[in-house]
């Protein structure tokens, strides 16, 4: 069970300008990572959001982060829903073991991060002998290295009380 002071500062409303900011956000910034391969993917951070956000029950933000997720996905041209599904597949399967793996509670959004990532690929190898394509090449690049290092690096500085 959470502590009560955890659920208020989770469904804390966020002011008007912040939303508008971060639908923008959502809308425009996978656009720009379709442009820009340098920017990074941001899918760790958000998936981690999600999950949290589903525990929480904060439904504007589950929503949100559900649009971002979408938007990534078309503008990358990854299969649909499987970024959805891989963090569903996370947070009913892995998630709740976090816990029990460590006495340090910062050690949770980076370990949650690194299964993240690692349920994705399961999801997307999946979908691969599922369709019998090949379309989905795992290849571990400097660019999926990069991204996956600025959401750790994010994940280290995130406040998880």
């Keep these: 069970m959470y502590h009560r002071e955890y659920h208020r500062r989770a469904k804390q409303s966020l002011s008007l300008k912040w939303w508008i900011f971060l639908t923008f956000f959502a809308i425009v910034y996978p656009m720009l990572i379709s442009v820009h391969n340098f920017l990074p993917v941001f899918f760790g951070l958000a998936g981690y959001i999600f999950v949290i956000s ?25 299969p649909l829903f499987c970024g959805i599904i891989s963090l569903l597949f996370f ?25 993240i990532y690692i349920s994705y690929y399961i ?35 995130y406040d998880y009380k």
Aim: avoid cysteine; glycine fraction near 2%; charged fraction near 10%.
């Design 54 to 78: 589903i525990r929480t029950r904060n439904k504007p933000l589950i929503v949100l982060l559900g649009l971002y997720l979408l938007n990534l996905e078309i503008n990358l041209s990854m």
């Design 123 to 157: 999801v997307l190898y999946i979908d691969d002998l599922i369709f019998s394509t090949s379309n989905h090449n795992i290849q571990f690049t400097w660019l999926l290295f990069y991204s996956f290092l600025i959401d750790i690096l994010v994940m280290v500085f």
């Design 91 to 115: 947070y009913l399967l892995i998630f709740p073991k976090i816990k029990g793996w460590t006495n340090n509670r910062s050690y949770i959004p980076i370990i949650s991060v690194l299964f």
